[in-house]
């Protein structure tokens, strides 16, 4: 991936950031991911950890339409995925074999709602989607400038983050192509 196109996204999401209220922290910890595919128009994650502790973590999160974060689940981690603006419509399954058609049920906004596998749930401004251990699931904007937040149990990105497609890899490989104008991770 080059550093243009991940200056150009994070540049962006600043600015959608700034637009829709959601001050900085001082030194903003900023990550990136291309899921390892170099392909910017489908798979992309802009990220910043607003917290990192050792029981918790909190991240605000911006993508394009149609740029997914690709399907994976978390063995450890149990996460709430919060549209913070906008709307994203997220994709759940109950196993890596993520079979259509199942009935699973999760909670949104506090509520357990039975959601069907493989089918597009969406998830509007303000509202709240819990996913715990095991759950398989891939996440993408319906509206441009769509804020996705997340608040979890301790992020561990190394090893805690299962892709059912094996071949994803988690931090980009960059091709230094104009100078560094956000610090990742």
Not at 24 to 32: A, I, N, S, Y
Not at 143 to 172: L, Q, W, Y
Request: hydrophobic share 35%.
């Amino acid at each position: 991936m080059k550093r243009s196109k991940i200056n150009e996204m994070c540049r962006e999401a600043k600015a959608v950031f700034e637009k829709h209220g959601w001050t900085l922290p001082p030194e903003p910890k900023w990550d990136f991911t291309d899921f390892g595919k170099d392909d910017i128009d489908n798979a992309a994650l802009v990220l910043i950890n607003l917290a990192e502790e050792k029981e918790y973590c909190e991240k605000l999160m911006y993508a394009r339409p149609n740029q997914y974060t690709l399907c994976h689940a978390h063995k450890q981690k149990k996460e709430d995925i919060i549209c913070r603006h906008g709307k994203f419509l997220i994709r759940v399954w109950d196993s890596e074999a993520c079979e259509n058609g199942k009935e699973i049920t999760l909670n949104v906004n506090g509520k357990p709602t039975k959601i069907i596998s493989g089918s597009d749930f969406v998830i509007s401004a303000g509202s709240r989607i819990t996913l715990t251990s095991g759950i398989y699931h891939e996440f993408t904007p319906v509206d441009p400038e769509t804020i996705i937040g997340e608040v979890s149990t301790a992020n561990d990105d190394v090893n805690d983050n299962f892709f059912t497609d094996t071949s994803v890899g988690r931090f980009p490989e960059i091709i230094e192509d104009e100078p560094v104008e956000f610090k990742l991770l």
